[in-house]
């Protein structure tokens, strides 16, 4: 288990440098964040009640949620795809695949 707790651990600080390295200079994402940032202020500004703002709250954090948690099944995806060829090219030797599921 201590090999799984550890992989895991390189594994999401490998996923946050690189995705942030990549935020920091991709044109689309910087983009959308400002548009992003600019409807939030717009949001803001509605005239809605308590229950109407509660559920829109609600659905916008469950996008965010969701959204981010699939980017981060398919980085893991990809890196056991790696990690699978890599095994199959032999460059990676006594691997346990189902320690790391």
Do not use: P, W
Not at 27 to 47: A, D, I, P, V
Not at 62 to 79: F, T, V
């Amino acid at each position: 288990m201590h090999k799984f707790r550890q992989f895991n651990q390189i594994l999401n600080e490998a996923m946050q440098n690189s995705r942030n390295k990549i935020i920091e200079i991709d044109k689309t994402y910087q983009s959308s964040m400002k548009k992003e940032e600019k409807l939030k202020r717009q949001y803001y500004h509605l005239k809605l009640n308590k229950k109407q703002k509660r559920i829109l709250n609600d659905y916008i954090d469950c996008i965010q949620i969701n959204r981010n948690r699939y980017a981060d099944i398919s980085y893991i995806a990809g890196m056991r795809d790696a990690i699978d060829a890599l095994c199959n090219l032999g460059l990676i030797i006594d691997f346990d695949e189902q320690q790391y599921k």
